[in-house]
């Protein structure tokens, strides 16, 4: 079974803080992503990585650095956290492939509280 | 600009009846579609994956279609249980590998 592991289930940080979250998946996957998923906004991307140190922005990437250093794992990096950056922030994985892509593998999710 | 609308409003079924949840979208022209499963505090779970050539895919007691010309996909689970209690996200493929995610809609089915 493929397996995506988070670092945290919960993590609470104070404004200004340089928060790391990671992430770590098992089935030797080319493509790793990283979202927060908020009431009534949903799943956003915030960076995706396609090779390792490869990575694009997604549709949110302001304020949120990604590191992909080693093909299993992937970091999503708060600079300086903000209380608008509280939110469930879930990592994902899948095959590459090209145009033929394949679904994705979720971890658990890291619920992130900025106070 | 692209939109995915799921409805927003939970689904209250009987156990036993067809579920139909709704996936519509606008200024896409997805190669794929895929549904997921997302249960409380948990990551979402792929379910299906459809293709743009592809009417409809089977998957135990559940369906899915895609019309490409009406921009929508239908999900549907036949025999609802309690358990299929969830919110149930589609995905259209975007550019390279990305998917963008409806909003989901919770689907409630009670015994």
């Known amino acids: 079974d493929v397996k995506v592991t988070q670092s945290s289930r919960y993590l609470v940080k104070r404004t200004g803080e340089k928060v790391f979250l990671e992430c770590v998946q098992d089935?030797?996957?080319?493509?790793m992503f990283w979202y927060r998923q908020d009431p009534g906004l949903g799943l956003r991307l915030i960076y995706f990585?396609?090779?390792?140190?490869?990575?694009e922005k997604g549709d949110i990437p302001e304020g949120y650095s990604v590191s992909r250093e080693k093909k299993e794992r992937f970091s999503l990096i708060l600079e300086s956290a903000s209380t608008n950056q509280t939110s469930m922030y879930l990592c994902?994985?899948?095959f590459g492939g090209g145009y033929s892509s394949y679904e994705q593998y979720f971890g658990p999710g890291t619920r992130l509280t900025v106070t | 600009s692209q939109k995915i609308e799921q409805n927003s409003e939970a689904l209250n079924i009987q156990e036993g009846k067809t579920a139909t949840l709704t996936c519509n979208y606008t200024?896409?022209?997805?190669?794929?579609l895929q549904w997921y499963r997302q249960d409380p505090g948990r990551g979402p779970v792929f379910l299906l994956l459809?293709?743009?050539?592809?009417k409809e895919k089977r998957k135990e007691r559940l369906k899915v279609t895609f019309d490409t010309t009406l921009k929508q996909s239908l999900f549907h689970i036949t025999a609802s249980q309690p358990a299929d209690s969830a919110t149930y996200l589609c995905?259209?493929?975007?550019?390279?590998?990305?998917?963008?995610f409806g909003g989901g809609t919770r689907l409630m089915v009670k015994p």
């Open positions: 459809i293709r743009e050539n592809e």
């Open positions: 089935m030797d996957h080319e493509n």
């Open positions: 990585s396609y090779d390792v140190k490869m990575k």
């Open positions: 995905a259209l493929h975007n550019a390279g590998n990305m998917l963008t």
């Open positions: 994902a994985s899948s």
């Open positions: 200024n896409y022209s997805p190669a794929y």
